[in-house]
């Protein structure tokens, strides 16, 4: 079992910046799959990034491509998800959510567990 703890969201204006957190407890990230989603009011849960912790190789939907960037932190066993130039239109619930199963990651169903959400609000 992993449990997940997003952490770091808040009210931003536009073109500031948010800083996420994952924390995982339970087992060590590192033989998983780690990605962002989002969700707004009304929308279906959006694909943002993933990151491989065995390689280090994060992927981002083309919306994020540029303003956000994953990293990782073995010793926390902890995902940060660094979010530069917010827009409006990246106000969300903000999930994260871990998958070793493979297939697409870009796709909810292949992750296993999943955190809380934290709630990003960009202002105009």
């Known amino acids: 079992q992993v449990q997940l703890v997003e952490s770091g969201g808040g009210l931003v204006q536009a073109g500031g910046s948010l800083r996420l957190s994952c924390a995982a407890s339970g087992r060590t990230f590192s033989s998983y799959v780690t990605g962002w989603f989002r969700q707004a009011p009304g929308k279906e849960r959006e694909f943002v990034a993933y990151i491989k912790w065995s390689v280090g190789n994060a992927y981002y939907t083309d919306s994020v491509k540029g303003r956000f960037t994953l990293s990782r932190d073995g010793a926390k066993n902890t995902v940060y998800l660094q979010m530069n130039s917010l827009k409006p239109e990246d106000t969300a619930v903000y999930y994260c959510?871990?998958?070793?199963?493979?297939?697409?990651?870009?796709?909810?169903?292949?992750?296993?567990?999943w955190g809380q959400g934290t709630q990003v609000t960009v202002s105009s």
């Open positions: 959510a871990a998958g070793y199963r493979g297939g697409n990651y870009a796709s909810p169903y292949a992750y296993d567990y």
